[in-house]
Each structure stands twice: as structure tokens, then as C-alpha cells.
């Protein structure tokens, strides 16, 4: 695709106003991308009022990335509640990060049951991620055996990189060294040393 291309050369040469036209432009013939660039540029310049509502537009012609980038806008101005109702529709439409991020939300706002559960809905919709950060928050707990079920989920959906990198990021441990080290056996549990 061109425009990416064409707007960060206006960008590079010093002409704002010129990459926002060919936003602009190509905004009006229903390209979400286009909508979404021309959001963070007004909000680069301070226009958070205008980069808002055209986040909006983005997200009402199908960018569902918009909807996630306007609740961090809202998250940063205070605004958790709107922030935490934009992610919900961006989980709901499908985005694939946005249950990770309403899950970091409710932490923050000291429901970890609400988070834990809105993980485990998200690992239910197949979104192995989610089941990820569900394990890296068990394994913080100490409950390592919780921890390798979600990763048994993780594997049995096909994920194994998730996996290795998540032990891999909690290296130290018997358990996950052996599983970067000899990998998981049928039954999903860790292979002995061959």
C-alpha cells in the first residue's frame, strides 16, 4: 500500500499539513487506516478533541484498533470508566489485545478476580495470550501447577512458541528450564531429561 509510504515521506520533508490531506483523503473513501494515522497526528499536535472523534469515525468503519488506541487516549486524561467501556467493545469485536489490556486495567484498579476472569473468557475465545498473562500471574503467585495447566491450554492450541517463551521469561525454576530445555511430552506435561 502506497499511503503509509506517501504520508511518511510528507512527515519526513517537514509537511504536516500535507500528510494530513492525504489522510484526510483517503479517510473519506472509507480507509480505516487512514483515519487512524490522521487520529494520532491531531493528538500529536494537542487536537485530543479532534483525534478523539476521529478515533471514533476510524472505529465506526471497521478499525477496531481505533477503539484501543482511543482508551489509552482516555486512560491517559483520567477517564478509566470510558476507557475500560472502549476496550470492552474493542474485545468484543475481536481485537486480539484488548482483553490482555482491560485485564491490566482491573488489576490496576485492584480487581484481580475481574481480571483473572476476563483472561480466562478471552483464553476460552482462543485467544492464547490472554492465557499467557493468566499464567505469568499465577507463576507470580507461587501456584506454579495453575500456571502449567493455562500453559497445557496454551500448547494444546497449537502455541508452543508461547510457551517456550514464557518459560523462557521465568527461567530459574526446575520446571521451566527443563520445558525450554526438553520440551513438553504428549500429555502436555514437561519431558524428562533424554
Given amino acids: 500500500m502506497a499511503l503509509p509510504r506517501l504520508v511518511e515521506m510528507r512527515l519526513e520533508a517537514g509537511d504536516r499539513a500535507g500528510a494530513e490531506e492525504l489522510l484526510r483523503q483517503a479517510a473519506d473513501t472509507g480507509t480505516p487506516y487512514a483515519l487512524t494515522h490522521l487520529a494520532r497526528l491531531r493528538g500529536q499536535i494537542g487536537g485530543r478533541a479532534e483525534a478523539e472523534a476521529v478515533y471514533l469515525r476510524a472505529a465506526d468503519s471497521g478499525d477496531v484498533h481505533a477503539l484501543v488506541l482511543l482508551a489509552g487516549t482516555r486512560e491517559q486524561t483520567g477517564d478509566r470508566a470510558e476507557a475500560e467501556l472502549l476496550l470492552r467493545r474493542a474485545a468484543d469485536a475481536g481485537h486480539p489485545g484488548a482483553p490482555s489490556l482491560l485485564a491490566e486495567m482491573r488489576v490496576q484498579a485492584g480487581d484481580r478476580a475481574g481480571a483473572e476472569e476476563l483472561l480466562l473468557q478471552a ?54 528450564d527443563r520445558l525450554v530445555r526438553f520440551g513438553l511430552e504428549p500429555d502436555g506435561s514437561v519431558s524428562a531429561p533424554w
Wanted: aromatic share 10%.
Fill in 123 to 176: 483464553g476460552d475465545k482462543g485467544y492464547y495470550q490472554a492465557l499467557i498473562q493468566l499464567a505469568e500471574m499465577r507463576e507470580q503467585d507461587g501456584d506454579r501447577i495453575a500456571a502449567m495447566e493455562l500453559l497445557r491450554r496454551v500448547a494444546d492450541s497449537g502455541n508452543a512458541y508461547g510457551v517456550i517463551d514464557f518459560a523462557e521469561r521465568n527461567s530459574g525454576h526446575e520446571t521451566w
